[in-house]
């Protein structure tokens, strides 16, 4: 009796959560309308205080039902909200309504996806994962198009157009870089933490985000999802997707964090310890995920002759674009984790890919720039600025260099850069290098008469090939349609379009210098390409494909005319 007793109070308690969360959601968003009507700060403090008065009853609810594990570790998640709420109050009420905001809106999500209609939406989404993995990321940037579209998001405390934070949100989703609003002189304290939330989301990806969420649930993670998840990250083997997703955190926030700390020593010359610390560990973020997100209105071009900064930001980019599988297979290599101490093939193909891109665009705009924007530079200028665009050009978007003063030959050379992008599982975009790797293996194969593609004693799959050709085709026909769209509409140079869109798609964020100046209708065909580059034109064709059932007929075979 009790216990029934305990669970309709509990049930009470979640009633009233969800009309709360609606009221809060209000009181946040409409502030403008609210004003004009009565007083925001009596409202905004009665709203807090109904917050922190629900957690309340809801701790008294939790503790007189029968205890469990998962009830236990509520309780105590509880209660460490309520208290830093009681804490945030003394600081500023609308705080307060945001940070439990995104407790009931959990629960809420909750609700929706594992209870509501018996918990089919959770079962559509499972069996689809390609389209799990498009609504995840558009339900991720629709929350931060709301949240920078707030007053407190911006400085001077207006709202800000709808167009200019669905761009930012994207952006920062799908980490590309590229800015109509600059981040550290237009976006508050506020706005900036949304934007590096949004980063690291995106950096990690989606599909490990909401695979976590569901195993927090205490959900079981179905075989097609697992699938999709191996694959995202780029793994070939079969493992434990637990193991798989504690590796991906360990490895981030190691890394962002040593990060974090070789960049602070440089920005405490100029700030306050706090604000070096605070910089230091957005610019890690940012370079580790290949965001290219900067405080510094001219991105990095004022540290262009500084060693440190440019080999840290450098190497936290080809970290994160060779992908969390190759990361976790060097660490098993470095210290003989396994029995046999050996690469996988897809590690050796992307790191030799990744030096070799490398190597050709450092050497390309060293040469191409010589006499053009480096002009004048010193060798070890040369040398910095050279490397330093090379790496961040292929899925990257920081500068140490004015890009829009760089030589065609240069841009050109970025364009092929961008268009490749980072690594299968990596937080980059892009073709990918495993891609261009099988589509150069097919071309000297063809070359030296070889009917099958093989590389460091190992024979590729004609699937793989198939699926390399399919998605080279599709990206390019994405681009050339969105680019031409974009010469329908925009007033700006072949060039600047051109490298503007493939930067978009292969989630750079390179610029030379017209992001802000387009239109409307411009802003949102870059939005698209960026969405496009990051979840994968394939991505697309799967989800579209999966729910078709295809007839098992073999057709007559004849050849046709090539070339």
């Known amino acids: 009796m009790p216990e029934l007793k305990a669970n309709r109070f509990l049930k009470f308690v979640e009633f009233i959560a969800y009309l709360l969360a609606v009221w809060s959601f209000a009181v946040i968003f409409l502030e403008s309308i609210i004003t004009t009507i009565t007083n925001y700060q009596s409202l905004e403090l009665f709203t807090a205080l109904a917050n922190l008065l629900l957690i309340a009853l809801t701790i008294i609810g939790r503790a007189i039902s029968p205890e469990s594990p998962s009830k236990r570790n509520l309780l105590f998640l509880d209660m460490t909200l309520l208290i830093f709420g009681g804490l945030l109050m003394f600081y500023q009420p609308k705080f307060v309504i945001f940070f439990l905001l995104i407790r009931q809106t959990y629960f809420i999500l909750q609700y ?183 405080l510094f209105s001219d991105s990095l071009v004022s540290f262009v002759d500084n060693p440190l900064v440019n080999f840290t ?78 790496a961040s050009a292929r899925t990257a978007g920081f500068n140490t260099v004015d890009i829009g003063a760089m030589a065609p030959a240069s841009l050109l050379i970025m364009m092929v850069l961008m268009f490749i992008g980072a690594s299968p599982g990596s937080t980059g975009g892009g073709i990918k290098t495993t891609t261009f790797a099988v589509l150069a293996l097919s071309v000297i194969s063809m070359l030296r008469g070889r009917r099958e593609l093989s590389l460091f004693n190992r024979r590729i799959s004609l699937s793989n090939y198939r699926e390399a050709t399919s998605l080279i085709t599709l990206a390019a026909g994405i681009v050339f349609f969105v680019v031409f769209l974009l010469f329908l509409t925009q007033q700006q140079a072949f060039e600047k379009l051109m490298f503007e869109a493939i930067s978009a798609f292969g989630t750079v964020g390179l610029s030379m210098g017209i992001t802000s100046e387009l239109t409307y209708v411009g802003k949102m065909l870059i939005t698209i390409l960026m969405y496009i580059g990051r979840i994968g034109p394939l991505t697309l064709i799967y989800a579209l494909s999966m729910r078709k059932k295809q007839a098992k007929l073999n057709y007559a075979e004849e050849k046709i005319a090539i070339g």
């Open 112 to 294: 929706l996806i594992f209870r509501s209609f018996e918990g089919k939406l959770y079962k559509v989404l499972t069996n689809n994962p390609p389209v799990s993995l498009m609504l995840s990321f558009a339900m991720v940037i629709l929350i931060g198009t709301v949240l920078l579209m707030l007053p407190s998001a911006s400085v001077l405390g207006r709202v800000t157009s709808f167009s200019d934070a669905l761009f930012t949100a994207t952006s920062a989703t799908c980490v590309t870089g590229l800015i109509v609003q600059d981040t550290g002189g237009y976006f508050s304290l506020f706005g900036q933490l949304v934007i590096l939330v949004l980063i690291q989301i995106g950096g990690l990806g989606i599909m490990t985000i909401s695979t976590a969420f569901a195993l927090i649930m205490g959900r079981r993670l179905t075989l097609k999802l697992e699938n999709l998840m191996q694959g995202v990250m780029g793994e070939s083997e079969r493992l434990n997707v637990f193991q798989l997703l504690k590796n991906i955190v360990i490895v981030t926030a190691l890394i962002e964090v040593v990060g974090a700390v070789l960049l602070f020593p440089v920005f405490a010359r100029d700030m306050s310890a706090s604000l070096a610390i605070y910089n230091a560990i957005f610019h890690s973020v940012s370079a580790f995920c290949n965001a290219g997100f900067s």
């Open 313 to 390: 930001i450098s190497t936290l980019i080809i970290l994160g674009g060779i992908g969390f599988a190759v990361l976790i297979d060097l660490y098993r290599y470095v210290t003989h984790v396994d029995k046999v101490r050996k690469l996988t093939l897809h590690s050796k193909i992307v790191l030799t890919v990744s030096a070799a891109l490398l190597v050709i665009g450092f050497v390309s705009i060293y040469i191409a720039e010589y006499h053009s924007v480096m002009q004048g530079f010193s060798i070890n200028r040369r040398i910095l600025s050279s490397w330093f665009q090379s």
